[in-house]
């Protein structure tokens, strides 16, 4: 079985700063690292996955996340936030036997002008 | 393309009364999952099918739950009889295949007085 632990679970964040959301996974096997949003009611929303290849994935919405497997974490990250970025941002993880998505407890952003 | 559609997107009703919450999966898609997010348990995933056949219903939390997908359009999940420790948004998301990308539906907010 795997976990994720997201190390934030609050970051206000000034507009146009860059922001870093945290996550750290645990599995005794490969994994699939994914990073969803979810604005206020509604449903979440893939913003970057990560499956193979280059440890570095580029999302939607100016995101991207860094793979680093000898620290076992997958941490989010924007150059410059817009007001509109405010949201919660969930890491997952699935691992490669049944793909079931575990979460994290999820990061809220508020992005203040 | 629709998305996966949930219905109805609000639901109150009152202990012991039966819930049935209806999922459509994106056209196509042949796995679907069920989800219910809660502040004290984050998101956790109830039920999952793979070409309509339930694969892993670990974490439907008792016998008052169950799922059902007839066919490839089509799911539900009910409660009978609801308790208020049911209340939280329930969400439906589909994928293509059990390794690939889920689409999250709208959610259904489940209130149980």
């Known amino acids: 079985a795997q976990s994720v632990t997201q190390l934030d679970s609050q970051v206000p964040v000034f507009e146009e700063a860059p922001v870093e959301l945290r996550c750290n996974y645990s599995?005794?096997?490969?994994?699939?690292l994914f990073w969803y949003v979810q604005y206020p009611n509604q449903g979440l929303q893939l913003l970057l996955k990560?499956?193979?290849?280059?440890?570095l994935v580029k999302g939607i919405n100016g995101f991207e996340a860094e793979f680093n497997k000898s620290q076992t974490s997958f941490h989010l990250r924007k150059p410059s936030v817009h007001i509109s970025d405010t949201a919660e941002y969930f890491c997952?993880?699935?691992?490669?036997?049944?793909?079931?998505?575990?979460f994290g407890a999820g990061t809220t952003v508020t992005v203040r002008a | 393309d629709a998305g996966v559609i949930q219905s109805p997107r609000h639901e109150v009703t009152e202990m012991g009364q039966e819930v049935t919450l209806r999922c459509k999966p994106i056209?196509?898609?042949?796995?679907l999952f069920w989800y219910r997010q809660t502040m004290m348990r984050g998101l956790e995933l109830l039920i999952y099918?793979?070409?309509?056949?339930?694969?892993?219903d670990s974490g439907m939390p008792e016998d008052r739950f169950s799922a059902k997908m007839p066919n490839a359009s089509f799911s539900t999940l009910k409660i009978q009889p609801s308790e208020p420790r049911d209340s939280a948004v329930y969400f439906c998301?589909?994928?293509?295949?059990?390794?690939?990308?889920?689409?999250f539906g709208p959610g259904t907010r489940l209130t149980v007085l």
């Open positions: 099918f793979n070409n309509n056949v339930p694969i892993d």
């Open positions: 998301a589909s994928s293509s295949s059990s390794a690939d990308t889920q689409y």
């Open positions: 997952a993880v699935s691992d490669l036997v049944d793909y079931k998505l575990s």
């Open positions: 599995s005794s096997v490969s994994v699939y």
């Open positions: 056209s196509g898609h042949n796995s």
């Open positions: 990560y499956l193979s290849g280059s440890t």
